[in-house]
């Protein structure tokens, strides 16, 4: 059984910086694809940045150049740095998996954690 578990999120001014992390047994597969999504109140989920086990990365544009992704394997941990943080980035942050070969386009990713909450003020 997959899990993942968030933690990092907390509330920071606009402009500031998190780090959230994410400890995860998917790191025990070969193939892998791990991924940070957010959801605010109201709004539907939004997938936001993908890393697989060949270290391949992709963002949504609306954080990439703020957000960075990335693994440590050998912690079993996958973080997502979070720079110049702002009001409209307040929501629950998950991260999820999925066993596959590549991340490719894929969104049905079929492991989740139970989520971190950042707020922004501003």
């Known amino acids: 059984q997959v899990q993942l578990v968030e933690s990092g999120g907390g509330s920071v001014q606009a402009g500031g910086s998190l780090r959230l992390s994410c400890v995860s047994s998917?790191?025990?597969?070969?193939?892998?694809?791990m991924a940070w999504y957010r959801q605010a109140p109201g709004k539907n989920r939004e997938w936001l940045t993908s890393?697989?086990?060949?270290?391949?990365?992709t963002y949504a544009d609306s954080v990439k150049g703020r957000f960075t992704t990335s693994q440590d394997a050998s912690k079993d941990t996958l973080y997502l740095q979070m720079d110049r943080l702002e009001p409209e980035d307040t929501a629950m942050y998950y991260c999820?998996?999925?066993?596959?070969?590549?991340?490719?386009?894929?969104?049905?990713?079929?492991?989740w954690g139970w989520g971190t909450q950042v707020t922004v003020s501003a």
């Open positions: 890393i697989d086990s060949s270290g391949t990365i």
């Open positions: 998917m790191f025990k597969y070969d193939r892998y694809c």
């Open positions: 999820a998996g999925g066993i596959w070969d590549a991340c490719g386009s894929r969104r049905d990713h079929g492991y």
